[in-house]
């Protein structure tokens, strides 16, 4: 999916999202917009290149860790630990493709993510399923080239 389809399908799915960076030449863009799943309100920024996972990051409110918790300090993200990228599928298993539009799998995704931390800061437990350290790899899914 080119990277303007990819942009037209946020501006018609998610309005509050505004595109800060689309670079037609580089075949990439940056959305940011705020999202209220259940109880508090989030800032999100979703970045994407063809060719690449998209990467998404909650800007606002800071995350809170629980050091010591038995799901992680903070579960289900990537580093760099100062913005953490939030792990909203599994690459290796090819849950997400350059074929999929952002605005009907990534966006909702972090919806999801926000409700089980949410539910992780008042329950001490992750709801969201998703691999863990330790598990054992996924089977290895096929590589998918960009469009």
Not at 39 to 60: D, H, N, V
Not at 96 to 112: F, G, H, Q, R, Y
Request: glycine letters at 8%; charged letters at 25%.
């Amino acid at each position: 999916m080119s990277i303007d389809r990819q942009n037209e399908a946020m501006r018609r799915l998610w309005p509050r999202f505004t595109v800060k960076g689309l670079n037609r030449a580089d075949r990439s863009a940056r959305w940011i917009g705020e999202v209220k799943p259940q109880f508090a309100r989030f800032t999100l920024e979703i970045r994407y290149s063809l060719g690449s996972f998209p990467q998404t990051r909650i800007l606002s409110p800071n995350l809170v860790r629980r050091p010591g918790d038995a799901e992680g300090a903070l579960p289900h993200v990537y580093p760099p630990a100062d913005a953490p990228r939030l792990c909203l599928f599994d690459p290796k298993a090819g849950e997400w493709t350059s074929k999929m539009a952002i605005a009907e799998t990534i966006v909702p995704w972090a919806l999801d993510w926000i409700a089980c931390y949410e539910w992780w800061l008042m329950a001490g437990v992750w709801r969201g399923g998703g691999r863990h350290a330790g598990d054992p790899p996924a089977e290895p899914a096929d590589v998918v080239h960009a469009e």
